[in-house]
């Protein structure tokens, strides 16, 4: 029912820098369609791989100068590249090729199960691996789409526009309610859609009533006809949301220069072998954009080098510590390297800027803002 013909192209590389070895794979799909005569399958992790013939018996391939016939339900390996590296004494590269039928549902469905298992397990951090999956996941959701199966809109809309895939919240709301516009015009969330409004709900769990937020009229509307058909997702939509003749719909929040928190945390070592007070002392402080001046002077701690704000907007921070220029987007850490304190004990920073949640705001605490924390976990993350 979902099936496609699928060309998997795979470039698998092999460095070695004196005794030390490197091997490692990426991979991207393409559909038949778009393996037209000439083509170039190329990316910034592929050498040019040209398009010779492709049906649905065979494709051939053109790399390096060699032909490669690919026959259906077949993998064909190129041979192996020395690529011309003065600085590695091996480095090496060849792809395999591997024509086949695959089913895209399944496929999206285990691409983005995966990663969202790495990013509940490691972060939103980028890797090879991260990447791949992550890429085939909404290749195999876009072909979907573009085959005309509407009732996977809504999952692409939220894995196209979540950050993070385990916790299934909208990041980028323009650009969801775009995808979801095109959706519905295309028949998606019809009373003819229950699988569109199984997917759908799923956004409902992870987002409440943000799914439908700036457009509560079009969504009641939505709602009403499928709860009247019979679909048991939207009936349970609107004995949750139903307020009167409208789904609820909270006001558009949004954080103000107060809402916008940087993090120092600094960790003095104050190990001696001839001293009883072995260990570390940590302190933390918070600054919100509204204070974050450029050419702002922080030392909360006489005996620690001072903190020189740089520059400080709603995308990031940039600041100055021990001659040194950190920079910290919006959401995420950064570290400085050691310094000395006053007597002479290491001290470094861990910088974190970020932007309070809505329901952090509303259950905020005025004596909170300058509460130092002990706990190490808060700033164990991967990038």
């Known amino acids: 029912m979902f099936e496609d013909f699928v060309l998997r192209v795979e470039k698998c590389y092999h460095t ?24 170039k399958i190329k990316s910034v992790d592929f050498s040019p791989i040209v398009v010779v013939g492709a049906d649905e018996n065979s494709v051939t391939l053109r790399w390096n100068r060699v032909d490669y016939e690919v026959p259906f339900n077949k993998k064909v390996t190129t041979e192996w590249v020395q690529r011309n590296n003065p600085y590695l004494s091996v480095d090496e590269m060849c792809y395999n090729f591997h024509f086949s039928k695959i089913n895209l549902d399944e496929k999206a469905i285990e691409y983005a199960t995966r990663v969202g298992e790495i990013h509940e397990e490691y972060g939103t951090y980028n890797t090879s691996l991260y990447r791949e999956k992550k890429e085939m996941a909404l290749w195999c959701f876009k ?14 809309a939220i894995y196209k526009t979540a950050d993070n895939w385990s916790e ?5 709301f323009d650009e969801y309610f775009s995808i979801m516009d095109e959706g519905i015009k295309g028949g998606c969330l019809s009373v003819e859609d229950p699988l569109g409004w199984s997917y759908f709900s799923i956004i409902v769990y992870h987002n409440e009533d943000l799914a439908w937020g700036g457009h509560c009229r079009r969504y ?14 939207a009936v349970e939509i609107w004995e949750q949301y139903g307020r009167g003749d409208l789904l609820y719909e909270r006001p558009v929040w949004t954080p103000t220069e107060k809402d916008y928190i940087l993090h120092i945390r600094s960790c003095e070592d104050t ?10 002392k940590y302190e933390s402080h918070y600054y919100t954009l509204a204070d974050l001046k450029p050419g702002m002077i922080i030392q909360d701690n006489k005996k620690y080098p001072p ?22 987007p919006l959401n995420q ?14 001290v470094s920073l861990a910088l974190n800027y970020r932007v309070k949640k809505e329901d952090e705001v509303i259950e905020d605490d005025e004596d909170e803002v300058n509460e130092d924390y002990d706990d190490e976990e808060d700033w164990d993350y991967e990038d």
Request: net charge negative; proline share 1%.
């Open 307 to 328: 903190v020189e704000v740089v520059k400080a907007d709603k995308t990031g921070v940039k600041l100055k510590y021990n001659g040194i220029e950190y920079k910290v």
């Open 333 to 346: 850490y950064n570290y400085t390297k050691e310094a000395y304190s006053e007597d002479n004990n290491y």
């Open 168 to 172: 299934g919240t909208i990041n980028r």
């Open 143 to 156: 072909r979907l789409l573009d085959l005309g199966w509407v009732s996977y809109y809504p999952l692409y």
């Open 271 to 280: 190990l001696h072998f001839d001293g009883d007070d072995l260990g570390y």
């Open 220 to 233: 009641t509307d939505l709602v009403k006809a499928a709860v009247e058909a019979g679909i048991e997702e």
């Open 16 to 39: 070695m820098d004196m005794s030390v070895s490197n091997s490692g794979s990426y991979a991207e799909l393409y559909c038949l369609d778009e393996l037209k005569k000439d083509f």
